[in-house]
């Protein structure tokens, strides 16, 4: 990383070739339509792209956002309290912000406001950290990343990532824990009119979900059991009548299909233009047309896939080796777009994909295959077990003459016959800790799918 310079390195186009290695461009071959085996076999890496290719991909992440928890050596300095005292002083002036650190190719503007869980907030390009005075055994970090769409394509995510830790390094900061909180996997296919894929007919699209949204619940089946429910949403968009986009799914677990030149003309960024047309290989960022696909993937569902009950999507590093095993179950087992409208009544699983999304499914990320998705199954049923403890605690309270209308003092004796009791069985600490595991053995098993 030495030879980028620092100024502006994040946006400068004069440095193309500085992407990730999970940005480069790719050419996907065309494909048999009528088989979808095999998808992976299709897909060659090469550089440079042919460019007479009707299927050229270019993917990569295009936004990540990790939270960490920090140990400050008070040795080295105090950073949060540089910090407090910076902030101190741009709230005392007019101006939103304020230049602070200039290291390890960042220019950093301290903020005058923080957000409602982090005291401080300071900003790189569309690089952003946020701190706050939490203990690093606290529940909630007490730092957060947050790489936007620029730096994720070019220097890189994992550039950015990097230096991100040595500039907290330099000022005395101990990874204690790292998540991953949220992550959006993109592929941009040039050349490919959104238009010409269909992609606005409801009918087309397969989704591992009981109900597709809100208005026409289509319940489907894998097998003999109902698969489990998402709050999935089907919105279609459109500028001027035209078709632009569509989105499935919201929250935690979403898909977006776009136009992505639309969206660079509606933004009006010229930087993105221009860093967009030489990621793309066009002289011209609107020279031709791009579709991208893009699976936004929050920290609930993202902590559900994993190698083993050990091995799951944490850190940065964890999540390198599985994007693969991510594109490839929400490519395949979580949306499908079809080359004919589906039959609800019958098979879905048989229905051939389309064309389009035989390219989708064929483009190859780095890191393995073999994370699956692990869905946790109740063998209890909760409810039961409430409705027995009310009956027992309130035969206890019959037997000590209480009021039968008395509700707050009914209360009032269960939480402390409760809390009496679990604290009891908490004197041995490990007797207690190994109950729980029991118990909670016995009532969730967790099962791929």
């Not at 490990?430 to 799918?449: H, Q, V």
Request: charged content about 25%; glycine content about 4%; overall charge neutral.
């Amino acid at each position: 990383m030495q030879g980028i310079p620092l100024a502006d390195h994040r946006y400068n186009h004069r440095y193309p070739l500085l992407l990730h290695k999970d940005a480069r461009l790719i050419h996907v071959p065309a494909a048999d339509s009528g088989s979808t085996s095999g998808a992976q076999a299709r897909l060659t890496s090469a550089s440079p792209v042919v460019q007479a290719s009707p299927y050229r991909v270019c993917r990569g992440l295009d936004f990540l956002k990790v939270s960490f928890w920090l140990d400050w050596d008070p040795q080295i300095q105090n950073f949060c309290g540089i910090l407090d005292f910076m902030k101190k002083q741009v709230q005392e002036t007019e101006r939103d912000c304020i230049p602070v650190f200039k290291e390890n190719g960042f220019d950093w503007n301290l903020y005058r406001t923080g957000t409602s869980k982090f005291a401080f907030r300071i900003k790189s390009g569309d690089v952003t950290l946020m701190f706050s005075k939490r203990k690093s055994d606290h529940q909630m970090p007490n730092c957060r990343l947050e790489i936007g769409s620029l730096s994720c394509w070019s220097p890189g995510f994992f550039s950015i990532y990097e230096r991100v830790n040595a500039f907290l390094a330099g000022y005395g900061a101990k990874v204690i824990k790292e998540r991953v909180s949220e992550v959006h996997l993109a592929a941009d296919f040039i050349g490919t009119d959104i238009k010409a894929v269909d992609l606005c007919n409801q009918d087309k699209w397969i989704i591992k979900a009981t109900s597709f949204n809100p208005h026409d619940k289509i319940p489907l089946y894998h097998g003999s059991q109902e698969l489990e429910p998402e709050d999935l949403d089907f919105n279609p968009h459109y500028t001027h009548r035209r078709f632009t986009g569509v989105d499935l799914g919201k929250g935690n677990l979403m898909l977006r299909v776009y136009d992505k030149v639309t969206e660079l003309k509606r933004s009006k960024a010229i930087n993105k233009q221009q860093v967009f047309s030489e990621i793309w290989g066009v002289k011209e960022y609107d020279e031709q047309s791009v579709t991208r696909v893009e699976y936004q993937v929050r920290r609930p569902k993202l902590r559900e896939f994993a190698l083993s009950e050990e091995e799951r999507i944490d850190t940065v590093s964890d999540l390198l080796n599985a994007l693969r095993s991510l594109w490839q179950y929400l490519t395949t087992e979580w949306t499908r777009h079809t080359q004919n409208p589906v039959n609800r009544n019958h098979n879905q699983s048989k229905s051939k994909v389309s064309e389009f999304w035989n390219k989708v499914q064929a483009v190859v990320w780095s890191g393995v295959f073999g994370y699956v998705r692990m869905h946790p199954v109740k063998h209890k049923d909760i409810n039961m077990l409430r409705k027995q403890a009310r009956g027992c605690l309130m035969s206890v309270c019959a037997s000590m003459e209480v009021e039968p209308v008395d509700i707050d003092k009914i209360v009032h004796l269960c939480k402390d016959l409760i809390e009496e009791d679990l604290h009891q069985f908490f004197e041995d600490e490990e007797a207690f800790k190994n109950r729980m595991i029991t118990k909670r053995n016995e009532f969730i098993s967790t099962l791929a799918g």
